[in-house]
């Protein structure tokens, strides 16, 4: 009877090694000789490291100068700070005229609202925010950064991207305080709840167009000011060389990568073989062939702008990778659902785009991220060809008469801007992989 | 039914394909840049005094005055431009296939250049040499002191041909050290990465200013080639050819006349040298060959200055400038003893 | 359909002899491949002709003829004879494609060493030692390229002594010295009887070989643990040391000494090339880390337990029981990791390394101008090397597929 003990046993304190500092240390750090010694050479590595340069880059330079003959006035060891400084608005703008650049800011905040609705839990239709962005951001975007006359197209455009992001915001509010979809909240105040599908799918497109009317209205009431694209440069290049090259080249790569899976001999063929040409040959050369070839293709008179080489260069370059990256994700789901698919009466078209698909694309969300960083780092590649991407300016500081020669402080800060940027985002890609495949277990 | 749909989807994109296709009909270069609302010119990454950029984002240089020359002549405005950076693989393919109305980049006038890559190269507007600088330390006074020794130049250029062929006449076994970036190259001859640098003395003296302590390096005094630089446009167009340059000779003309940017108004009005008047089209009709309006010549000066004022201001001494006298060089007017010289303007 | 209510479908039966040109399986996929093909070959006629024209209407040259034309460039870096002016455009080509293969196969045995340590690093248990790997990784991965090529060039310069005051890496035999103009290293040259060490080494690493497998042999029979390494070693060193003695010392070198502003003589590597090779190395195993430890960490925890438990040692569980299971997961990345060294040796153009895009597709087209033509051999150049690393991949995919079931 006695088996049961009736007082509690005192907690015993946690082993040593699991709560002091020195048991920490023994144990992570200093649990062998051969650990120890290990751990001494490390350390002292790092002191070497950050000692030289925290002397050179901050306590021996220059923040504040006019030229870089002042800056050796002031050190002759120390890091000049002062040219990456001065040329900031190069570096992140690139050309752009300076009083238009509240353009690319904008255009950014408006990306950042946009996409918002995609990160906010209890907003609706995530797929919807993510399509609009896709289609109608680039047609803004494109205007307000390049701007001069609207045309036809463009001016249609404009307004069906002013009303997608309205209703796009609309829509999260509506998520965020009612919990309903901006279609649902609608239909509900307007006490339509009871009525039949097809008179509140009415209701909803007679207020989409009268939208884009007062939309449209609105937006042929102003213009911004041309600014061609030789102007473009810096950050705002690259991001957008990268950012158009990995959204064409998500449907390219759909494409190509449903092509090499196909049945068809020709249609594999031929896509097996456009995907193996791209992935085998480095970027540089694919740039070099459109800046040098390109033009030799075209018929005589038609002129691309070096920009568009350039993008379309990268997007075939981009779309034969993430053909691959497809095709693993298509790859990873089982075959029955194929099957299943088609035992319900789907054709190719409906089994593709609604079964595998969707459940493929969720699969390679992260590695569509991580080709984006690799898209971004490879993107420096166009200052070889002349564009004046983040590279081209950083290397551009060194020409500059008051700051000819200035070279290595520049390329560290692109080095430290790079790294903070694309960190980032891989942190990122980490978190959706571990989020995404937590889903799968359900 | 479905089937049907995408039959026609894709017979109408073969159509669009088809007619998106249709070649544009040739017309004159002059007509074209008119049409266009601005000039195409075509420079290179930034090389320090010809053409760089400042953290405002503009352009400067002596080839970017020349470009704006050209502009000012067709439309009486100098920023009716837009600069085209191209790379050194592309530089002539895209003025031979027309991405570019002109180049001016200090490219060197070569025959084959000329000859076989479709374009045509204009009047120099730099004429530049190749040398060596050293460390003055080195005790090295002349070129043929430095058998076997490692020089840095700038790779893909006349520079590395010109080394060689220097290398081989006199048996020096010189050993080049290859570059494509400008800084990296001084950077590792400051170092003592190589015993001597070698490109166009311009440059030379330009990067030198850069340098920690400028004085510790001296030029030698061989000049081992000719580096004509000069503007360029495509092959055959004569009247754009003409266009561009007459625009260069008007820069020299106006030096050799006198006339400036300061002055160029009053020149107009109270000069009484036909030659000036011929020039800024107050007399005669020399602007209708080139198909511009008799104001061209003097919209040049007005927006670029002449000639000796473009130097000065940025090879020469000027607060842009590389600081490179122009006195008893290559480059100074004919009547001081150099070569620009502008054949008359009547 | 106005007042909701759905109306049930009724089961529509096709007829069954009834034969429908335009629902046929068979006549659409031939539809649509002969459009596809006749789309492709219309765009690839029309893209052709229209060079075609523009290379005719702008003078520019064509052809291949340029491959026997002489060069007049020299070149920093060449593994064959080359004089200026006497060598072609052909030879440039060469040149540049073996300093590509060179520079590759280079880096991508230093990245591969390199990797699979700071892979196994990354799991080390000492915390320090594990935080710097994550370090070096997540700073080399997210750095670009291009940016730390350049930085390695300026980097490796500033740091180098020069001429005068040369390292020598062969601890005074001055055999192998490195300084800010490169590295120079004593070449061999082989004397009449140094076939015999050649030889004697080879008998050695086979009797090393043959000796491994008894002792695993022996290891499955009996569970007996032998140490295969110090003999094998001692064996392959010992053997050709004492028969390369015995026949004279056959063996003279060509050592690199200071003559006037260089050393002359062995072979030397300019900076560039140390630069790219630093650059690639790095970058290249920070990936192969990465993709070492993901392949370490998919073999099963049990795997190297159960292991352990039968009394192997942790050096042997490693080899023997948990990289072989990782291997298949490790391959795939790293050979495409390999790929990408190739391709990335191209930024060598940033830093005037003579490879074949800055040697061939610059240099040489800046001087000849046969842009399609230059262009063209050069990619078909990468092409070739990439289908064949993807070719031998292909049969290890299969070979590693076939063992799984």
């Not at chain 2, 600088?133 to 002191?145: F, P, Y």
């Not at chain 2, 800084?183 to 166009?200: E, F, I």
């Not at chain 3, 005719?56 to 064509?62: A, P, Y």
């Not at chain 3, 300019?270 to 990465?290: D, K």
Request: proline share 4%; charged share 15%; net charge neutral.
């Amino acid at each position: 009877m006695a088996i049961v003990k009736a007082t509690k046993t005192p907690e015993r304190p946690a082993p040593i090694s699991e709560t002091s500092i020195l048991g920490w240390l023994q144990k992570n750090l200093f649990s062998s000789v051969f650990n120890s010694v290990l751990t001494l050479l490390t350390t002292y590595i790092i002191y070497l490291t950050i000692s030289g340069v925290y002397v050179w880059g901050f306590v021996d330079a220059t923040f504040v100068a006019e030229t870089r003959r002042e800056c050796y006035d002031n050190s002759l060891t120390g890091a000049c700070w002062a040219g990456v400084i001065d040329w900031l608005d190069n570096i992140f703008y690139g050309r752009y005229p300076r009083e238009e650049l509240w353009r690319i800011n904008f255009g950014g905040i408006l990306l950042a609202f946009w996409m918002a609705p995609l990160w906010i839990t209890r907003a609706k239709g995530k797929v919807l925010v993510g399509a609009s962005v896709v289609a109608f951001y680039p047609f803004l975007a494109g205007y307000l950064f390049s701007g001069g006359d609207k045309g036809l197209f463009m001016q249609v455009m404009v307004s069906a991207a002013i009303v997608a992001f309205v209703i796009n915001m609309a829509n999260a509010i509506a998520g965020l305080l009612k919990q309903q979809s901006i279609a649902q909240f609608v239909i509900s105040s307007l006490g339509q709840t009871n009525a039949a599908d097809k008179s509140q799918r009415n209701l909803l497109i007679a207020l989409v167009v009268v939208g884009f009317g007062v939309a449209y209205l609105w937006q042929s009431s102003w213009t911004v000011e041309f600014v061609s694209w030789t102007k473009w440069g810096g950050l705002f290049l690259t991001l957008v060389i990268s950012g158009i090259g990995i959204a064409s080249a998500l449907p390219g790569g759909i494409i190509l990568a449903l092509g090499r899976r196909s049945k068809l001999p020709v249609l594999r063929v031929l896509s097996t073989g456009f995907i193996e040409i791209f992935r085998s040959v480095p970027l540089i050369t694919v740039l070099f062939m459109a800046t040098t070839m390109f033009p030799l293709f075209m018929p005589e008179g038609f002129v691309l702008n070096k920009l568009v080489q350039v993008i379309i260069a990268v997007v075939l370059f981009n779309a034969c990778y993430m053909a691959e990256t497809v095709r693993a994700g298509l790859q990873a789901i089982p075959k029955g659902q194929a099957e299943g698919a088609h035992t319900i009466g789907l054709g190719y078209w409906g089994t593709m785009g609604l079964i595998i698909m969707p459940q493929a694309l969720k699969h390679m969300i992260p590695n569509i991220v991580g080709s984006f960083i690799g898209l971004l780092k490879d993107t420096t590649l166009v200052s070889i060809i002349g564009l004046f991407d983040i590279l081209g300016m950083l290397r551009s500081i060194s020409k500059d008469i008051p700051w000819l020669g200035l070279h290595k402080e520049p390329l560290i800060f692109g080095a430290i801007l790079f790294f903070i940027i694309c960190f980032a985002m891989s942190k990122y890609s980490r978190h959706l992989e571990v989020k995404l495949s937590a889903g799968d277990r359900h | 039914m479905k089937f049907h749909c995408n039959l026609a989807l894709v017979a109408a994109l073969a159509a669009i394909g088809a007619s998106g296709a249709t070649t544009v009909a040739a017309e004159t270069t002059l007509e074209i840049v008119k049409a266009r609302g601005h000039l195409r010119c075509q420079v290179g990454s930034p090389s320090p005094g010809f053409y760089n950029m400042d953290s405002k984002g503009d352009w400067y240089g002596l080839d970017v005055s020349v470009c704006q020359a050209v502009a000012a002549a067709i439309f009486g405005d100098k920023n009716a431009i837009e600069f085209q950076s191209v790379s050194s693989q592309a530089r002539f393919t895209a003025l031979a296939n027309g991405d570019s109305d002109m180049l001016s980049r200090t490219a060197t006038m070569t025959m084959s250049r000329e000859t076989q890559l479709g374009i045509d190269f204009l009047p120099p507007v730099f004429y530049d040499g190749q040398g060596f600088m050293v460390r003055k330390d080195s005790g090295i006074t002349t070129a043929l002191d430095l058998k076997g020794a490692s020089v840095c130049v700038k790779t893909g250029s006349t520079t590395e041909l010109n080394l060689t062929d220097f290398s081989r006449e006199h048996d020096l076994n010189l050993t080049p050290v290859t570059f494509e970036d400008y800084n990296v190259r001084d950077d590792t001859y400051q170092n003592g990465g190589c015993d001597a640098v070698s490109n166009d003395k311009s440059s030379l003296a330009g990067n030198s200013a850069s340098f920690a302590t400028p004085s510790d390096h001296i030029i030698l005094p061989e000049t081992i080639s000719k580096e004509p630089l000069a503007p360029a446009v495509r092959q055959g167009d004569s009247q754009w050819h003409d266009l561009v340059q007459w625009s260069v000779y008007a820069l020299i003309n106006a030096e050799e006349l006198g006339i400036t940017q300061a002055n160029v108004d009053d020149m107009r009005a109270n000069s009484k040298d036909p030659n000036v008047l011929r020039m800024l089209g107050v007399e005669g009709n020399l602007h209708e060959g080139i198909g511009l309006n008799k104001d061209w010549a003097y919209n040049i000066i007005k927006a670029v200055g002449n000639y000796g004022e473009i130097y000065e201001k940025y090879i020469g001494g000027g607060e842009q400038g590389l600081g490179i006298d122009r006195d008893d060089t290559l480059n100074a007017l004919w009547s001081n003893g150099g070569l620009m010289y502008s054949p008359p303007m009547r | 359909m106005t007042n909701g209510t759905k109306e049930i479908p009724t089961a529509r039966v096709r007829p069954k002899e009834e034969f429908n040109f335009f629902q046929d399986q068979r006549v659409r996929s031939a539809f649509y491949q002969i459009l596809t093909a006749g789309i492709v070959g219309w765009l690839v006629w029309y893209l052709i002709s229209n060079t075609a024209h523009n290379l005719e209407v702008r003078g520019m040259n064509t052809g291949f003829n340029f491959i026997t034309a002489s060069a007049g460039f020299d070149t920093d870096f060449k593994l064959i004879d080359y004089q200026p002016g006497v060598g072609t455009y052909g030879d440039i080509f060469i040149i540049g494609a073996l300093n590509t293969l060179l520079i590759s196969f280079l880096s991508i045995i230093v990245s591969t060493i390199l990797g699979f340590t700071i892979g196994v690093l990354r799991l080390s248990s000492n915390w320090l030692v594990s935080k710097v790997a994550l370090a070096y990784v997540e700073i080399f991965r997210n750095v670009p390229l291009l940016i730390q090529i350049v930085f390695w060039y300026i980097g490796v310069f500033s740091l180098l002594p020069v001429v005068k005051k040369s390292l020598d890496l062969s601890f005074g035999a001055e055999r192998v010295i490195l300084n800010n103009r490169g590295l120079y290293f004593a070449t061999p040259v082989p004397g009449d009887l140094f076939w015999m060490t050649l030889v004697a080494l080879a008998v050695a690493v086979i009797g090393a070989i043959i000796y491994r497998r008894r002792a695993r042999k022996l290891q499955d029979a009996s569970g007996k643990q032998t140490n295969t390494l110090l003999p094998s070693l001692a064996a392959i060193i010992v053997l050709p040391l004492a028969v390369y003695f015995a026949t004279g010392m056959p063996l003279e070198w060509d050592i690199p000494t200071l003559q006037g502003f260089n050393y002359a003589g062995g072979t030397s590597v300019p900076p560039s090339f140390l630069a790219l090779l630093v650059a690639l190395s790095i970058y290249h195993a920070a990936h192969i880390a990465e993709s070492v430890r993901a392949g370490i960490l998919s073999v099963n925890r049990g795997q190297s337990e159960a292991a352990m438990s039968i009394g192997l040692k942790p050096g042997r569980v490693m080899a023997m029981v948990v990289i072989p299971q990782a291997m298949p997961a490790i391959v795939p990345p790293l050979i495409s990791n390999w790929m990408n060294t190739v391709k990335n040796s191209s930024l060598a153009i940033a830093i005037g390394y003579s490879d074949i895009v800055s040697l061939f597709m610059q240099t040489a087209l800046n001087q000849a101008g046969y842009a399609v033509e230059m262009v063209g051999m050069t990619m078909a150049f990468y092409m070739f090397i990439s289908l064949t690393i993807s070719f031998f991949l292909n049969i290890y995919n299969k070979r590693v597929q076939l063992v799984e079931r």
